[in-house]
C-alpha cells in the first residue's frame, strides 16, 4: 500500500502529549558523506544515514559511477540505513565518452546535481547530468562558470541541467564562486578540492552568514578521509515539524537531538515561540518554512526576511506559501524576499504541495490543529522523509497520535502512510 493523491489530517486532541520521537538522518550531511565516502581512500561506513528519495540517487549515481556500496537497514531507524561506501581516493572508475556519456538521472535533487557536477571532473571521459524538469530550471550557471575556471569543459546551452562534463582529472587551478543564488556551488567545489588540487575562493563571503558551507567545512575536517566510520546525525530540518507541534500541544520533544552545530535549523528549538522577526540567512534554514506556517497561531504579526533563495529550490516557495496560507484564512504580504503574515481566522483548505516535500509537512503539521486541512500529493514527502506520515501517526511516545483520512474519510493505516 502507499498514500493516496488526497489526505485529510485530523486536529489533535485537546491536552497534553508526551512524545519522543526519532528524526531520519540529516539528508544534507548524509549526501556530503557519500560523496567525501567515494573521494576516501579506502571503506568508509555511514550509519544513521537518511534513506529517502535524495539520497537514493545519490547512491545510485554513485555506483552508477562505478563505486562499490553496500547498504544494509539500521536498526535505531527505519528511515536510515547503514551505507559502507568503498572510496578510491579521487579516481572515478567509470564514465562514457563525447559521442556516449555516462547519462546519471539527479531527479529534483540539488545536493546531488550540484556535488556530482564537480566530482565528475575528476574522471577522463564524460557524463551527462540530467533530472525533472524543476531541476533543469534551478540554477547552476555560477557552478559551471567555477568548473570552466578551473579547465573543465561543460556542454549547456543556458548553463543548467540537462549537461555534459568532460573530466579532465585533477588539474592545479584556481576559482572563486559566489554563495548569492545557492551555497551548494561552494559545497561542491570544496569538497573535491583536495583531490582535484583546486583553490577556491569564496569571494568574500562571511561564513557565519553561509552555515551550509560551514557544515562542509567542519565535517571535512572530522571525516575519516583514511577510511573508517562517521556517524550522521538526525535531521534538525525533519525534526522541526514536531517540535512546532508544542505551539498548540505540548509535549513533544525529539529525540537525539543535534549538538554539533554544523545544522542551523538545529536552532529552531530557540524559536519556538516564534518571536515577531525571523531571518533565512541569519536564523534559520530549511525550518523557516515550518515557522512561517505555524506563525498564524501565535494571534500576531510575524515578519520572515531574506527569503530569497526558498524562490530557487524545489518550488517557488515564497510564492507557493503565500498561496496556500492565504487559502487557510491568512493575510500574508509579499515585498521582495519578506513576508508579512498577519493572524486571521484560520480555515481548512486543499493545499497544493507542488511536488514539495516541506510544503506538505508544514501545511500537515498546521492541519494537527485547524479542522479541514486536505494535502494534495503527500507521497512528496519520500524526498527526505518517507515515514513522516508514519511518525505522525503513530501512538504516543513514538508519534503523536495523529488520525490521518482519505478522499473518502476512511482512516488509514500505518502500511498506507510510508511514502514509498
Not at 567509470?94 to 535533487?109: D, H, Q, R, S, Y
Not at 554563495?179 to 569571494?203: C, H, I, M
Not at 538545529?266 to 536564523?283: H, N
Amino acid at each position: 500500500m502507499s498514500l493516496p493523491d488526497l489526505i485529510e489530517i485530523m486536529p489533535l486532541a485537546q491536552g497534553p502529549l508526551e512524545v519522543n520521537v526519532t528524526m531520519p538522518g540529516s539528508k544534507s550531511i548524509t549526501n556530503r558523506a557519500l560523496i567525501l565516502a567515494a573521494l576516501a581512500e579506502g571503506e568508509v561506513e555511514l550509519t544513521g544515514a537518511l534513506w529517502s528519495e535524495d539520497t537514493q540517487i545519490m547512491v545510485d549515481a554513485l555506483r552508477a559511477l562505478g563505486f562499490r556500496i553496500d547498504v544494509n537497514p539500521d536498526a535505531a531507524e527505519a528511515s536510515n540505513r547503514i551505507i559502507a561506501v568503498q572510496g578510491l581516493g579521487g579516481r572515478i572508475p567509470n564514465t562514457g565518452t563525447a559521442e556516449a556519456p555516462l547519462e546519471i538521472f539527479v531527479g529534483n535533487a540539488g545536493t546531488a546535481a550540484r556535488f556530482l557536477a564537480a566530482m565528475v571532473c575528476l574522471g577522463d571521459g564524460s557524463v551527462r547530468l540530467h533530472g525533472v524538469d524543476r531541476m533543469h530550471e534551478r540554477p547552476q550557471k555560477e557552478l559551471f562558470r567555477a568548473l570552466r575556471r578551473l579547465g573543465y569543459h561543460i556542454d549547456s546551452p543556458n548553463d543548467q541541467l540537462p549537461a555534459v562534463f568532460h573530466g579532465g582529472g585533477p588539474r592545479e587551478a584556481s576559482c572563486t564562486v559566489s554563495l548569492n543564488e545557492s551555497s551548494q556551488f561552494a559545497t561542491a567545489l570544496l569538497q573535491v578540492a583536495p583531490r582535484g588540487k583546486w583553490y577556491v575562493d569564496l569571494a568574500g563571503a562571511n561564513l557565519d552568514e553561509a552555515p551550509y558551507v560551514r557544515m562542509t567545512q567542519e565535517m571535512m575536517a572530522a571525516f575519516p578521509h583514511g577510511g573508517g566510520r562517521f556517524v550522521i546525525e538526525p535531521d534538525a530540518s525533519s525534526g522541526s515539524f514536531f517540535w512546532g507541534i508544542n505551539l498548540f500541544c505540548e509535549t513533544v520533544e525529539v529525540s537525539n537531538w543535534p549538538m554539533t552545530g554544523w545544522q542551523i535549523d538545529a536552532q529552531f528549538t530557540r524559536f519556538l515561540s516564534i518571536p515577531s522577526e525571523i531571518s533565512r540567512s541569519k536564523d534559520l534554514g530549511d525550518s523557516i518554512m515550518t515557522a512561517i506556517v505555524l506563525a498564524p497561531l501565535t494571534g500576531r504579526p510575524v515578519t520572515f526576511t531574506d527569503l530569497g533563495r526558498l524562490r530557487v529550490q524545489e518550488c517557488e516557495r515564497v510564492e507557493a506559501l503565500r498561496t496556500e496560507l492565504t487559502k487557510c484564512g491568512v493575510s500574508v504580504t509579499e515585498k521582495g524576499d519578506t513576508l508579512y503574515i498577519e493572524p486571521g481566522e484560520l480555515q481548512g483548505a486543499e493545499i497544493e504541495t507542488y511536488r514539495d516535500h516541506r510544503m506538505a509537512m508544514c501545511f500537515a503539521v498546521l492541519g494537527l490543529s485547524v479542522p479541514g486541512m486536505r494535502l494534495r500529493d503527500p507521497a512528496c514527502v519520500r524526498k527526505t522523509f518517507p515515514s513522516f506520515f508514519q511518525k505522525l501517526a503513530a501512538a504516543p511516545p513514538n508519534g503523536v497520535g495523529a488520525e490521518i483520512r482519505d478522499a473518502s474519510g476512511a482512516v488509514l493505516t500505518r502500511d498506507d502512510l510510508l511514502a514509498a
